[in-house]
């Protein structure tokens, strides 16, 4: 059957950021908003796995040291104005968050309470504030549902609609009923994600490029792609929640027993931004130091309590691999092909109104570039807030528009057109599977040799194979269903994020973030304070750099070249009294909690 | 493994755990009137239809459900 589906704003993707977006469009009174979703609303994408902590700006807090600490944490890849806006908004939303319900963590005077968690320390500024687990989205699925916001769920959306230069709408099927969609929309707010490469770690083997791929594709320009940055997890069985993990006092040590954050970050340790503390890891197992092993056996009781209450389906697969965290250290890796992920990396380039260089489209969430407000990495949990503020704040201009411009008219001829290429694969009858192609693709970008210490020759190589499966595999793929068709769609995204990292990776001649590369092995402020674009240039696309406009902003680094701490630091030798001087304070505390 | 079973005796076929499922890996025998594990390769471990089911019905394992390459 197929669908049609007219609305004033059409919002793809129901994480939080779409579901923000959502919210704020209903109560700025547009009557006909349409979300739609490839899963269902509270149960799909990141935001369902989120780790339970938010990183929260309270008007007690000076806004400048703020702003100062997630530039330098970021390495001055940030947009210093965006991050000023994300903390200052996202009070508002907190606000919103505790009225409308969610269980956040209080202390003792029943106050909402603030703790350090990654990428922050006792003396500094940044805070984090607690959530319990997946009730977050399920509140922000009964604010939809009051709001009576129409929902499209279980629908894959596969390609945007274009009326000239202007996108009006997407086309989607829903893979278990056969059905097939149609979405005209005056505005269209993408909100679908980020790519995990349907890697290790649980909950985001459904977030797969597909707002990269879909909003390159109509021309929208991305950036940042280098710095798209890996997670870690435990080795043998899928994991979330590090935050809090190493917040509560784990420690990472390597084969010989030794506990190396100590060597590379010594300030802030297991708690340094995810770039680091992956490229540390690696590191370590390329120096033949490896494996690698969390160690949380000092975990008291309340820790454990506190677990449990924060990040249950963490503490629940614990418990059913027969991990006793107070006993077990636990063998830990990174998550290899998390090159696109919300702690720090690449999506579509964005205005202050979240507006993408393509006419009628908006990206917020991880769709946008996270770069904008994290910089190279996350200083603590800043990525829901983000999803919060940039889908507010694309729903305020998405409502704007929709005023002022017509309902576009329908256009059968396109959406033939491109449906004729989503569904190709279900007309062959010879060919690989989609998992043939993703295996193809995992094993080119998850070693750890290009996904993390990378070098020109080996950035090449993966290169030349992506393009080969992208050119060779991908006409040929065949899906035997609906369900290897969203798969087989999938890939199409996940194949051009892959160059997108890749290239702009071998762009970038120096070592920064994500971007560790041993044929460049310093950090560069002299000439790389600047952001690498991606453009659809014929049938490719055309890697380019950008100069932020640091003359804008009010923090800058000294104009200086050094080596890479992970470089300079992978073979220094600690001795014991060095080691025994460290604060092995865990870092997750409050007093009064 | 992942996702192991779901105990026929237990399920109802009410559907919950087919809509939780993010990964579109459990679907509805409509004839049996059960809930049924189509594509558990997909299976990506989240626990959310276990935790969703109100009849206990769904066993999940902590265990992959299929190889993934490593970083190293």
């Known amino acids: 059957m197929e669908h049609t589906v007219e609305s004033d704003v059409l919002i793809i993707g129901g994480g939080l950021a779409g579901a923000s977006a959502g919210v704020r469009l209903h109560d700025l009174g547009v009557e006909r908003v349409c979300l739609v979703d490839k899963a269902r609303v509270s149960r799909s994408g990141c935001s369902t796995f989120a780790a339970g902590v938010i990183t929260a700006w309270f008007p007690e807090?000076?806004?400048?040291?703020?702003?100062?600490?997630?530039?330098?944490?970021?390495?001055?890849?940030?947009?210093?104005?965006?991050?000023?806006?994300?903390?200052?908004?996202?009070?508002?939303?907190?606000?919103?968050?505790?009225?409308?319900?969610?269980?956040?963590?209080?202390?003792?005077?029943?106050?909402?309470?603030?703790v350090c968690?990654?990428?922050?320390?006792?003396?500094?500024?940044?805070?984090?504030?607690?959530?319990?687990?997946?009730?977050?989205?399920?509140?922000?699925?009964?604010?939809?549902?009051?709001?009576?916001?129409?929902?499209?769920?279980?629908?894959?959306?596969?390609?945007?609609?274009?009326?000239?230069?202007?996108?009006?709408?997407?086309?989607?099927?829903?893979?278990?009923?056969?059905?097939?969609?149609?979405?005209?929309?005056?505005a269209v707010i993408m909100a679908a994600g980020a790519n995990a490469y349907k890697s290790i770690n649980i909950g985001h083997?459904?977030?797969?490029?597909?707002?990269?791929?879909?909003?390159?594709?109509?021309?929208?320009?991305?950036?940042?792609?280098?710095?798209?940055?890996?997670?870690?997890?435990?080795?043998?069985f899928d994991m979330t929640g590090l935050n809090m993990l190493?917040?509560?006092?784990?420690?990472?040590?390597?084969?010989?027993?030794?506990?190396?954050?100590?060597?590379?970050?010594?300030?802030y340790k297991?708690?340094?931004?995810?770039?680091?503390?992956?490229?540390?890891?690696?590191?370590?197992?390329?120096?033949?130091?490896?494996?690698?092993?969390?160690?949380?056996?000092?975990?008291?009781?309340?820790?454990?309590?506190?677990?449990?209450?924060?990040?249950?389906?963490?503490?629940?697969?614990?418990?059913?691999?027969?991990?006793?965290?107070q006993r077990d250290r636990i063998e830990w890796t990174i998550r290899p092909g998390a090159f696109s992920i919300a702690s720090g990396g690449g999506g579509a380039v964005i205005d202050r109104d979240c507006r993408t260089t393509v006419p009628g489209l908006f990206a917020v969430g991880d769709a946008a570039c996270t770069t904008t407000y994290n910089g190279v990495g996350d200083s603590g949990a800043q990525n829901l807030l983000w999803c919060m503020v940039s889908g507010g704040i694309a729903a305020e201009a998405a409502a704007s528009e929709a005023g002022t411009v017509r309902m576009p008219a329908a256009n059968a001829r396109q959406v033939s057109e491109l449906r004729e290429i989503s569904f190709a694969p279900l007309n062959r009858r010879e060919g690989p599977t989609p998992d043939d192609v993703l295996l193809q693709l995992q094993m080119t970008i998850f070693p750890y040799t290009v996904t993390v210490i990378?070098?020109?020759?080996?950035?090449?190589?993966?290169?030349?194979?992506?393009?080969?499966?992208?050119?060779?595999?991908?006409?040929?793929?065949?899906?035997?269903?609906?369900?290897?068709?969203?798969?087989?769609?999938?890939?199409?995204?996940m194949l051009l994020c892959a160059q997108f990292t890749l290239r702009s990776s071998l762009h970038r001649e120096e070592s920064r973030g994500a971007n560790l590369r041993e044929d460049f092995p310093e950090t560069d402020n002299v000439n790389w304070l600047r952001w690498t674009m991606v453009r659809s240039k014929g049938d490719g696309l055309e890697i380019s750099s950008r100069p932020l406009p640091i003359e804008r902003f009010r923090f800058r680094p000294p104009s200086e070249r050094y080596l890479h701490p992970i470089f300079a630091r992978a073979d220094i030798r600690l001795d014991k009294a060095t080691t025994a001087e460290q604060d092995d304070r865990p870092i997750f505390y409050s007093s009064d909690v | 493994m992942a996702i192991i079973g779901i105990v026929e005796e237990k399920c109802?076929?009410?559907?919950?755990?087919?809509?939780?499922?993010?990964?579109?890996?459990?679907?509805?025998?409509?004839?049996?009137?059960?809930?049924?594990?189509?594509?558990?390769?997909?299976?990506?471990?989240?626990?959310?239809?276990?935790?969703?089911?109100?009849?206990?019905?769904?066993?999940?394992?902590?265990?992959?459900?299929?190889?993934?390459?490593?970083?190293?």
């Not at chain 1, 279980?154 to 997407?170: F, N, P, Q, Y």
């Not at chain 1, 977030?207 to 080795?235: K, L």
């Not at chain 1, 992956?278 to 494996?291: D, F, Q, W």
């Not at chain 1, 393009?467 to 290897?484: L, T, Y």
Request: aromatic share 8%.
């Open chain 1, 61 to 114: 807090d000076n806004i400048d040291d703020w702003v100062r600490e997630t530039a330098e944490r970021g390495q001055y890849m940030s947009d210093q104005e965006w991050v000023e806006t994300l903390y200052l908004r996202g009070y508002e939303w907190i606000c919103q968050l505790e009225g409308w319900g969610v269980e956040l963590e209080k202390d003792a005077q029943g106050r909402i309470a603030r």
């Open chain 1, 117 to 186: 968690g990654r990428g922050q320390l006792p003396h500094k500024a940044l805070r984090n504030i607690m959530f319990h687990g997946p009730q977050f989205m399920e509140m922000m699925r009964k604010q939809l549902i009051k709001r009576h916001l129409r929902l499209v769920e279980g629908v894959t959306i596969t390609d945007l609609l274009t009326e000239g230069s202007r996108v009006v709408g997407a086309i989607g099927f829903n893979p278990r009923e056969g059905d097939t969609y149609t979405f005209y929309s005056k």
């Open chain 1, 205 to 236: 083997k459904n977030i797969t490029g597909d707002s990269h791929g879909m909003s390159f594709r109509v021309g929208a320009e991305q950036a940042c792609f280098d710095f798209c940055t890996q997670q870690t997890c435990a080795r043998n």
């Open chain 1, 246 to 267: 190493v917040g509560l006092g784990g420690k990472l040590t390597n084969n010989n027993g030794d506990r190396f954050m100590l060597r590379y970050f010594p300030e």
């Open chain 1, 270 to 325: 297991e708690q340094e931004i995810l770039p680091h503390l992956c490229g540390s890891m690696a590191m370590e197992v390329h120096r033949g130091r490896g494996p690698i092993f969390l160690d949380m056996t000092d975990l008291s009781g309340d820790g454990i309590a506190r677990l449990r209450r924060v990040i249950p389906i963490a503490m629940q697969i614990f418990d059913d691999a027969g991990v006793d965290l």
């Open chain 1, 454 to 493: 990378r070098h020109r020759d080996r950035l090449e190589r993966a290169v030349r194979e992506v393009v080969r499966i992208q050119d060779e595999e991908m006409p040929r793929i065949v899906a035997a269903d609906g369900h290897q068709l969203v798969k087989a769609n999938e890939l199409r995204n």
């Open chain 2, 12 to 72: 109802t076929g009410c559907g919950i755990c087919v809509r939780s499922c993010p990964m579109d890996v459990i679907r509805l025998d409509k004839q049996a009137k059960l809930a049924r594990i189509a594509y558990q390769s997909d299976c990506m471990t989240c626990y959310l239809c276990q935790k969703d089911c109100r009849e206990e019905a769904v066993i999940v394992s902590a265990a992959r459900a299929k190889h993934i390459p490593l970083a190293w």
